[in-house]
């Protein structure tokens, strides 16, 4: 569900800024969040940008913008897609920031011009023992996809499973203060934390990136997690390019 409020220990802005971008807590856990901070463009600007060869302008998207659209995207006419962009704030999981970080082109971590800016635990010692990711239940190996999970394991094994995946974050932080405490520095001290530690990052990417990652990320084999952040993206982006994001969910589908 796409919310409208205050973003507590998530952005360094004031909370009064935070209400006014929309986000949503994708882990659904209280502490999982993904903004949109702001954006260029919109569906016309895939058109208008599309018709730049004709020297065309549409002023209101009608019925021939939106079969083009359907078209640029049934024929990977990609670069129109590239003029509308994004930024979101995301604070996720490690191990969720370390398949994100895959995306090379979406994160543009090579390229100067837009990007992926992370909070750095070297600067920011982690204050709060709770910003773990820790998951309601917990699935079960996939026997026939190694890298997959399928179905819940038994009742009984969840609360086992829950109290030794928790006192293990609860040990690394644990450890983490210990070292802070006696000294050492953070950027040698961060090595003990667990990857379901949380961080945080700003991500800006062409409308073009956004899809690729989403396509990837609900994709078969990906894990639920980063799934679930690629819905959020949909879901936010949705009322800004609305005929873009129904043709690429239809065409997606039949393929
Ligand atoms: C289900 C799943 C499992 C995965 N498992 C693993 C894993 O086990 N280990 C692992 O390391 N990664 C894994 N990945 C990451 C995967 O290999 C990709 O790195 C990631 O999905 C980003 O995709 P991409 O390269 O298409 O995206 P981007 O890096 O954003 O690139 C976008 C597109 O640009 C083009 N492009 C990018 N770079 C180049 C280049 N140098 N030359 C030519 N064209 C280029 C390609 O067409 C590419 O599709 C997994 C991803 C998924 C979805």
Redesign the pocket.
């Known amino acids: 569900m796409v919310q409208s409020i205050a973003v507590p220990n998530f952005t360094n802005m004031s909370e009064d800024r935070a209400a006014q971008f929309p986000w949503i807590d994708p882990l659904n856990d209280g502490k999982s969040r993904i903004a949109l901070l702001s954006h260029m463009g919109s569906d016309i600007d895939i058109v208008n940008d599309a018709r730049a060869s004709f020297d065309k302008v549409s002023i209101d998207l009608d019925d021939k913008d939106i079969k083009l659209i359907r078209y640029l995207i049934q024929h990977h006419h990609t670069s129109p897609f590239r003029g509308v962009v994004f930024k979101f704030k995301v604070k996720a999981p490690l191990f969720v920031a370390r398949?994100w970080w895959?995306?090379?082109?979406?994160?543009s971590h090579n390229d100067e011009q837009v990007g992926w800016n992370e909070k750095s635990f070297r600067y920011v010692a982690i204050e709060d023992s709770e910003d773990f990711y820790v998951p309601a239940s917990f699935r079960q190996q996939s026997k026939s996809n190694r890298?997959a999970t399928f179905g819940e394991i038994p009742e009984d094994q969840n609360q086992k499973a829950l109290d030794i995946y928790r006192s293990q974050c609860e040990a690394s932080y644990k450890a983490y203060k210990d070292l802070l405490e006696l000294g050492v520095g953070r950027e040698q001290a961060r090595g003990v934390l667990v990857p379901s530690v949380y961080t945080s990052w700003v991500w800006t990417v062409s409308l073009q990136?956004v899809l690729?990652?989403i396509g990837?990320?609900k994709?078969e084999?990906?894990q639920q997690e980063i799934h679930f952040y690629a819905d959020a993206i949909a879901q936010l982006i949705q009322p800004i390019v609305p005929q873009t994001i129904s043709a690429w969910d239809e065409l997606n589908r039949a393929v």
């Open positions: 398949q895959k995306h090379v082109v979406a994160s890298q990136a690729h990652f990837l990320r994709g084999g990906a």
